[in-house]
């Protein structure tokens, strides 16, 4: 079955940083447009970064331009979040998603959550 297991979260500091990572399991990850959304209390989620199949782009959030990386290893199947100058308002759970056309039409995996705290 497919799997989207997440690592890396943790309690912060601001202006500390945390590596998230996401290692996918029973799909073809290369084909999968990979990305990274958060849902913090009391709001909806969003997304906070992409990386298409080949990793030749990227896409951000402009909250987290400049602070946040986002890249994939298709040899490890695995996609990572660099989080850089993390601040309170980054304080949510992020989830990794993977989307595909597994079926002829768009569909979605998504991880279990990581919690990332920014607190001092």
């Known amino acids: 079955q497919v799997q989207l297991v997440e690592s890396g979260g943790g309690l912060v500091q601001p202006g500390g940083s945390l590596r998230l990572s996401c290692a996918a399991s029973?799909?073809?990850?290369?084909?999968?447009?990979m990305s990274w959304y958060r849902r913090a209390p009391g709001k909806e989620r969003e997304l906070v970064a992409s990386?298409?199949?080949?990793?030749?782009?990227?896409n951000y959030a402009d909250s987290v331009k400049g602070r946040f990386t986002i890249s994939r290893d298709n040899a490890k199947d695995t996609v990572d979040l660099q989080m850089d100058t993390l601040q309170p308002e980054d304080t949510a759970v992020y989830y990794c998603?993977?989307?595909?056309?597994?079926?002829?039409?768009?569909?979605?995996?998504w991880g279990q959550g990581t919690q990332v705290t920014v607190s001092s």
């Open positions: 998603n993977a989307n595909g056309f597994p079926a002829g039409s768009p569909f979605d995996f």
């Open positions: 029973g799909l073809t990850f290369s084909r999968y447009l």
């Open positions: 990386i298409t199949s080949a990793g030749g782009n990227t």
